[in-house]
Structure formats: structure tokens, C-alpha cells
């Protein structure tokens, strides 16, 4: 069974920071990757998708790097805002299967200024 | 402009009263999921649909029910809603075509069940 795990639940930076939010999987074998951010009291809004056959994905000041082998992805975000303050999950779509998704719990980010 | 929409956005009701939260789409996808979000355990799929009338099971399926009538719309049916059902409901759509296959997600239902 797939578990997914984030670390750290929780992070608090200073404006301006470059920071890294890490997610790791227990089983490989995995269709894609996809990161989300959740705002208190809202929905998920899809940051980046990468693909089993891709290394890394950008938009913006986001970075994303997946690592199948090790069962690890990354979230680099440059030159944090407060704005950014938010709830990050990641979530891996498993190979052959439909487009369920499993998730993470998440690090909430607080860019404080 | 390309959406989910889920209604209602809160509802608070009584153990055993029958309820349907609605979701619908504007984007043609094949693919509806409805998840929950619970302190501590993440989201977690009710149930999933690959087209019309194909559903089924997600991790925890017990006390839902889901139709797929027409392809936008992908209602969640609680016919007698418990205390333990108090969550957060996400619906979410995503295309079938590899590589295009971003979810995009709903604003969510708060349900509290008294």
C-alpha cells in the first residue's frame, strides 16, 4: 500500500528565504507526482504535475524534482513571500491504476515578514 | 473559466437525515473523485468514476453513494449520515489523456453531522 509522507508538518520562515518542502513514497512504482497548495477554508489549486519520465518541473519561483528510485520529490520555492503562506500537500498517482490519488498531510508554510 | 463547483459549501444537519452534496464540472473531464480531509489522516477517496454509470470504491466507500448520470455532474449521497461522517469533501475532476491529467479540485463541503 502506498503511503505518502511529509516532512516538516509545519515551517516558518522570514520573507525572502529560499525553502525546500520534502515529500517521500514508499512504492516506486508511480504514474506521476503532483503538488498542490491548500488556503485555510479553500480547495486545492494544482501547483506543478511531473511525470514518472521526468526529473523536475518549474513555474515561476517553483521548482519540483522527483527522485523514483529513492521515493522522494522536492518543492524548492525561491524567494518566499508572504503570500506563499499556505498548505502544501503532494500527491502520487500509482501506475496502472485510475487516477486515484494519494496524498500527503501536508507542511503548512507561514512566510512571516 | 474552467471549474468545480460543490454545494453546499457548509450544511450542518442531524444523524440519519438523508443528504446530497452536488459537484459539477465545465471541462469535459472523464475522471470524478470525491475525497474527504480529516485532522491527521490527509484526503482519503470516497469513491471514483471513469465515465457515465462507472463508478467505484475508494478507500472508504462505507455510508456514500455516487451516480454518474451525465458525464459534468457527480453528486455524493449520504443516506443516513453519521457523527464519524463530519468532515471536509473535496470533489475533483481530471481528463483521462496521459500527461494531461492535472486534477483540478472543488472549494469543498464542510459537513458537520450532529
Known amino acids: 500500500k502506498q503511503e505518502v509522507t511529509q516532512i516538516p508538518a509545519a515551517l516558518s520562515v522570514p520573507e525572502g528565504e529560499n525553502l525546500v518542502l520534502n515529500c517521500s513514497f514508499t512504492?516506486?512504482?508511480?504514474?506521476?507526482l503532483q503538488w498542490f497548495r491548500q488556503d485555510p477554508g479553500k480547495g486545492l489549486t494544482s501547483l506543478l504535475l511531473?511525470?514518472?519520465?521526468?526529473r523536475e518541473q518549474t513555474s515561476g519561483r517553483l521548482n519540483a524534482s522527483l527522485d523514483k528510485s529513492s521515493g522522494r520529490s522536492t518543492l524548492y520555492i525561491a524567494a518566499s513571500q508572504p503570500g506563499d503562506s499556505a498548505t502544501y500537500l503532494c500527491?502520487?498517482?500509482?501506475?496502472?491504476?485510475?487516477?486515484?490519488?494519494?496524498f500527503g498531510t501536508g507542511t503548512r508554510l507561514q512566510v512571516t515578514l | 473559466e474552467a471549474q468545480v463547483t460543490q454545494n453546499p459549501r457548509y450544511l450542518i444537519t442531524v444523524t440519519g437525515k438523508k443528504l446530497t452534496v452536488t459537484c459539477s464540472q465545465n471541462?469535459?473531464?472523464?475522471?470524478m473523485s470525491w475525497y474527504r480531509q480529516d485532522p491527521g489522516l490527509g484526503l482519503r477517496q470516497i469513491y471514483y468514476?471513469?465515465?457515465?454509470?462507472?463508478?467505484d470504491k475508494g478507500d472508504v466507500p462505507e455510508g456514500y453513494k455516487v451516480s454518474r448520470k451525465e458525464k459534468r455532474n457527480f453528486p455524493l449521497i449520504l443516506e443516513s449520515p453519521s457523527p464519524n461522517q463530519t468532515s471536509l469533501y473535496f470533489c475533483?475532476?481530471?481528463?483521462?489523456?496521459?500527461?494531461?491529467?492535472?486534477?483540478?479540485f472543488g472549494p469543498g463541503t464542510r459537513l458537520t453531522v450532529l
Open positions: 475533483a475532476s481530471s481528463s483521462l489523456a496521459p500527461t494531461t491529467d492535472t486534477q483540478y
Open positions: 512504492d516506486s512504482a508511480i504514474y506521476n
Open positions: 511531473i511525470q514518472s519520465s521526468q
Open positions: 500527491a502520487v498517482k500509482r501506475t496502472g491504476t485510475a487516477s486515484k490519488l494519494t
Open positions: 471541462m469535459n473531464h472523464e475522471y
Open positions: 468514476s471513469m465515465n457515465v454509470e462507472v463508478t
